[in-house]
């Protein structure tokens, strides 16, 4: 399982293509599945643990987060004839080095940065795993679209959630957080921001000046223990992304613990929300805010047992069992 | 040998790594050596040529640098056992993926990019020469230190150079373009300014107000035909760098062409300038205005003659060729 580097695994607060490398890896280890996990060597796994960074580069400033990835993925690629198959969780380096992977190798494409990234893609000896299929990319082919799993026992059902809003991401344009408060302020609700602050001015001159710790209060980044409860007593989550996001762990999250969720119809949306089950996507700020006292109204057991049928933990990990089976049964045979 | 693929191997215009390995590969094939030179598909060579590059990333803003030089690097390791030696001229990816390297690796290192970047360097498998005494880390081992070379006939002497000054490099804080200007102000000389814009905002307020075409010409990017024509008929070289440059391979072509170099003494600036012989390094701004007419003084002659002796391609050459053979040896013997 290689693991990306740029925060532990699981992470400590932000980090979603790490906590879902975690939830797989214990998963499998779960299973009796033989895993080594690739990853920063704080990391905390029941798997066996080997890599080359001491810890995340996000979180060390005085690392290359460039040098950091290539030595890990060139020490991955070194020592992959022990293995049957290497999960590549990191993007496109290793698909650029895959002619030095000895094994077959599958990838979880967690989102793409630009067109300009597909030539790794379109040449990498890999399979390909889109986490939805509003996220397939025309020119390569998939094995499958395997959705993220959560843990749900660790996002617990709440029955009883208050009557303000949440908004949950990285503070960034493309996440809407500016947008989230004039939804909230129209609809007439207090609203909850969670995030790391991705885009500094962005923050200082759309978000913070509208943060007065009671209409519109900003947490912050929430870390794992917090995320249930801070997720669970909000009666809707608000998701009004500016870009086509490619799956919205956050929006699951929610999910898990009742809450019904008011997102952009864009990306992956259409495809993660039930309409009418648990929310609403939309496609702009009016049917928004006309969306968040429908979405009150939604059954949030409901909600919950959705979540437990399409995206727990078990689904996501049986799910790349059965591709892994296919990549090692084709070689074999 | 490994080229960059930032630009064509040789480059049209900018493109110092290029230009060196560019020189070093015909010079190698001229002896008999037979090289497979790995670059651009564009490039000309006597070498046999391969790569993945159809052209220069920094020619062409839909490709993403990152990627190209990743495919690149791995098609070389990919193919490294038909060869008796890998000779990396392309900074830090090839030694991070040194391990997957089947034969002995020698890297010409052309500059350190920062500190964060010698991790890389430490655990690469990999002979190092150094391009300067002065640009040697002490984290590091090295088989040599090798001046680059030019060619010598693409330089020829020019013994009637006129009155004016030039400036050649990226235009950038680092190369002290702005400084240039107000030396050659101060020594009431007429200056030549040449360089690929790197720094746009620093180009626009610290260089192009004084730019006049009179006092101060602005020819932009010059190419390697116009090189010797340029830096040929210029009385002096100015060259107050404001960083530790590695080595200065525009001072060293002026050399070629007779004209001496007044240059701040950083880097390797105090061991490339025989001083008062091709020029002189000085520590700051008053000491290059009066260093100006002395270095106009300075037998041109002298100059092109001390050129020859120690920056000529075939020296460069033939220190390569002693470290291959060095490299080659200790691994039968």
Redesign the interface.
């Known amino acids: 399982m290689l693991a990306p580097v740029a925060w532990r695994t699981p992470p400590r607060h932000y980090g979603p293509w790490e906590l879902v490398t975690s939830l797989l890896t214990e998963g499998l280890v779960a299973r009796g599945v033989d895993v080594t996990l690739f990853a920063t060597l704080d990391s905390v796994t029941t798997a066996e643990l080997r890599g080359t960074s001491p810890h995340g580069y996000a979180e060390d400033p005085?690392?290359?987060g460039?040098?950091a990835e290539?030595?890990h993925?060139?020490?991955v690629?070194?020592h992959s004839a022990d293995f049957d198959l290497v999960h590549n969780q990191l993007d496109?380096?290793p698909l650029?080095?895959?002619?030095?992977c000895a094994i077959p190798m599958v990838t979880t494409i967690h989102g793409f940065s630009?067109a300009?990234?597909l030539?790794?893609y379109r040449?990498g000896r890999s399979a390909y795993v889109a986490i939805s299929n509003s996220d397939r990319s025309p020119e390569l082919d998939y094995i499958a679209t395997i959705h993220h799993g959560i843990d749900l026992e660790a996002l617990p059902f709440n029955a009883f959630p208050g009557a303000g809003l949440v908004a949950f991401g990285r503070i960034h344009p493309d996440k809407g957080t500016a947008e989230a408060i004039r939804i909230a302020r129209a609809a007439g609700r207090k609203l909850v921001l969670c995030g790391i602050v991705q885009d500094e001015r962005y923050f200082a001159e759309q978000v913070q000046p509208h943060v007065d710790g009671d209409r519109v209060q900003f947490l912050g980044s929430v870390g794992p223990e917090q995320r249930a409860e801070v997720l669970g007593s909000a009666a809707v989550l608000l998701h009004p992304i500016a870009f086509d996001e490619p799956f919205g762990l956050s929006v699951v999250e929610a999910f898990g613990c009742g809450t019904p969720v008011v997102a952009y119809r864009r990306g992956s949306m259409a495809e993660v929300i039930d309409d009418g089950v648990t929310g609403f996507a939309v496609p702009g700020f009016a049917e928004a805010v006309a969306a968040v006292d429908k979405a009150v109204d939604l059954d949030r057991a409901g909600v919950r047992k959705r979540a437990e049928e399409r995206f727990g933990v078990d689904t996501m990990v049986e799910s790349y069992l059965r591709v892994y089976r296919q990549l090692i049964d084709s070689r074999t045979n």
């Not at 650029?96 to 030095?100: E, K, L, N, T, Y």
């Open positions: 005085a690392r290359d460039r040098i290539a030595l993925v060139s020490n690629l070194a496109w380096l650029a080095f895959s002619q030095h630009g300009e990234i030539p790794a040449q």
